[in-house]
């Protein structure tokens, strides 16, 4: 019996530390990510170098991401956990050691993008080693935790980078946070129970295209692409709608609304207990429904009303992200490491094509532009989760997942 699996009194204990564990390590690494977000400039002017050029310096790490995502959820179904996060949790850590001592923007960039190639290894690996070895009623939660720990690291890497440059360097905020990383694979490394050898399991795990073509699985990856695509469009083009008639919101103003993007620490451990209660579908169906009502209520031109609007969007998003993500971990036994990783790889697609194709909206049509091709994809995700809700009820189960099925409560 694995180390997860304990007597109730004593489960409760290691789902506190595994939440403490999973959040401290998965937040260091979305920081590392957005580490140098707010001091591009800053690099700009001293490296003699374009906006362009200086941006790989965040653009390298996500680079780094989408290649590495995949081989790496191959390792995590191949072997035990440990390894892996000693690799990552150690290259990530050295490698900001050095970004903060390189003279030149090239080895920064490229220092960066090594970051990147291993930060898998503290995030897509996570989730698919606890989602494997968990209780499936804990699945739901800790996942919630992870999704939170996204939101906070996002957040922590620019506010660190921002906050320590005036009053030391940015180069600071490299060894801030490698420590913090190198601290947080120690937990880590302690808190996780460690896994034996899985020999034969290898040959039996489902590969990608055998992914691919379960649509119970792809159902899952096609809700988190929506939802960041809508998210990412949200918060890219909302500056410029605050900025213009009839807001014009000073640019201390606009920065101040971002703080409601912590309501997804508490909306995303939420949510997974609202899934285990209500089923994913009816979470899925929920967050879309919000996402919609909230790009509308943008529309209207008053600054409290964008604000509730603004709020709702980060409530429905964290809502339908931890859902479908709780969803794909909860209907597969084996291949979890390759099914998080196509889910990491479908979300951030989803957010480059929102950023993409709402750009060209809000070019022609302005801000309703940017609503409608939101609120199209809000419909799509509910129209999953409602998928999803008739399929446990025809079931006569709230999740069905492979070899396991929790009957309705009434």
Same mark, same amino acid.
């Given at each position: 019996?694995?180390?997860?699996?304990c007597?109730? #009194?004593?489960?409760?204990?290691?789902?506190?530390?595994?939440?403490?564990?999973?959040?401290?390590?998965?937040?260091?690494?979305?920081?590392?990510?957005?580490?140098?977000?707010?001091?591009?400039?800053?690099l700009?002017?001293?490296f003699?170098?374009?906006?362009?050029?200086?941006?790989?310096?965040?653009s390298?790490?996500?680079?780094?991401? #989408?290649?590495?995502?995949?081989?790496?959820?191959?390792l995590?179904?191949?072997?035990p956990?440990?390894?892996?996060i000693?690799a990552?949790?150690?290259?990530?850590?050295?490698?900001?050691?050095?970004? #903060?001592l390189?003279?030149?923007?090239?080895l920064?960039?490229?220092?960066?993008?090594?970051q990147?190639?291993?930060?898998?290894?503290?995030?897509t690996?996570?989730?698919?080693?606890?989602?494997?070895?968990?209780?499936?009623?804990?699945?739901?939660?800790?996942?919630?935790?992870?999704?939170?720990?996204?939101?906070?690291?996002?957040?922590?890497?620019?506010?660190?980078?921002?906050?320590?440059?005036?009053?030391?360097?940015?180069?600071?905020?490299?060894?801030?946070?490698?420590?913090?990383?190198? =601290?947080?694979?120690?937990? =880590?490394?302690?808190?996780?129970?460690?896994?034996?050898?899985?020999?034969?399991?290898?040959?039996?795990?489902?590969?990608?295209?055998a992914?691919?073509?379960?649509?119970?699985?792809?159902?899952?990856?096609?809700?988190?692409?929506?939802?960041?695509?809508?998210?990412?469009a949200?918060f890219?083009y909302?500056?410029?709608?605050?900025?213009?008639?009839?807001?014009? #919101?000073?640019?201390?103003?606009?920065?101040g609304?971002?703080?409601?993007?912590?309501?997804?620490?508490?909306?995303?451990?939420?949510?997974?207990?609202?899934?285990n209660?209500?089923?994913?579908?009816?979470?899925l169906?929920?967050?879309?429904?919000?996402?919609?009502?909230?790009?509308a209520?943008?529309?209207?031109?008053?600054?409290?009303?964008?604000?509730?609007?603004?709020?709702?969007a980060?409530?429905?998003?964290?809502?339908v992200?931890?859902?479908?993500?709780?969803?794909?971990?909860?209907?597969?036994?084996?291949?979890?490491?390759?099914?998080?990783?196509?889910?990491?790889?479908?979300?951030?697609?989803?957010?480059?094509a929102?950023i993409?194709?709402?750009?060209h909206?809000?070019?022609?049509?302005?801000?309703?532009?940017?609503?409608?091709?939101?609120?199209?994809?809000a419909?799509?995700?509910?129209?999953?989760?409602?998928?999803?809700?008739?399929?446990a009820? =025809?079931?006569?189960?709230?999740?069905?997942?492979?070899?396991?099925?929790?009957?309705?409560?009434?």
């Open positions: 019996m694995s180390a997860l699996s007597v109730p #009194a004593e489960a409760e204990g290691v789902s506190r530390a595994l939440r403490g564990a999973v959040f401290f390590l998965v937040a260091c690494g979305f920081t590392t990510i957005y580490l140098v977000q707010p001091v591009l400039p800053v700009q002017a001293e003699g170098v374009g906006e362009t050029t200086a941006s790989f310096a965040v390298a790490v996500v680079l780094g991401i #989408a290649l590495a995502n995949l081989p790496f959820g191959r995590a179904d191949r072997h956990i440990h390894p892996l000693l990552g949790g150690a290259v990530v850590s050295l490698g900001g050691l050095l970004c #903060a390189a003279p030149r923007l090239e920064l960039i490229g220092l960066r993008f090594l990147g190639l291993f930060l898998p290894a503290l995030t690996c996570i989730a698919a080693d606890l989602a494997r070895r968990l209780p499936p009623e804990r699945v739901n939660v800790i996942l919630g935790a992870y999704v939170a720990a996204t939101v906070v690291g996002g957040l922590a890497g620019r506010l660190l980078g921002g906050w320590i440059h005036p009053l030391l360097h940015w180069r600071w905020a490299f060894v801030a946070s490698a420590l913090l990383t190198a =601290a947080a694979t120690a937990v =880590a490394l302690r808190v996780i129970p460690r896994e034996g050898r899985r020999p034969g399991v290898a040959g039996a795990e489902p590969g990608f295209a992914l691919l073509r379960r649509p119970a699985l792809l159902r899952p990856v096609a809700a988190g692409f929506g939802a960041f695509f809508v998210f990412s949200f890219n909302l500056p410029f709608y605050l900025a213009a008639e009839p807001f014009r #919101a000073s640019t201390g103003r606009i920065t609304m971002y703080l409601v993007y912590l309501l997804g620490v508490v909306i995303a451990p939420l949510s997974g207990r609202v899934s209660r209500f089923g994913n579908g009816a979470t169906a929920a967050g879309a429904a919000l996402l919609g009502v909230s790009l209520l943008t529309l209207v031109p008053f600054y409290t009303a964008v604000v509730l609007g603004l709020s709702g980060c409530l429905g998003f964290f809502s992200h931890a859902a479908a993500v709780g969803a794909l971990n909860r209907r597969l036994n084996r291949g979890r490491g390759r099914a998080n990783a196509l889910y990491v790889l479908g979300y951030y697609l989803g957010g480059t929102g993409t194709l709402c750009g909206a809000y070019q022609g049509w302005g801000w309703g532009g940017v609503c409608a091709v939101g609120a199209a994809m419909l799509a995700i509910l129209g999953i989760g409602a998928f999803e809700l008739r399929r009820r =025809a079931a006569g189960t709230i999740f069905v997942a492979e070899g396991e099925s929790t009957r309705c409560s009434g």
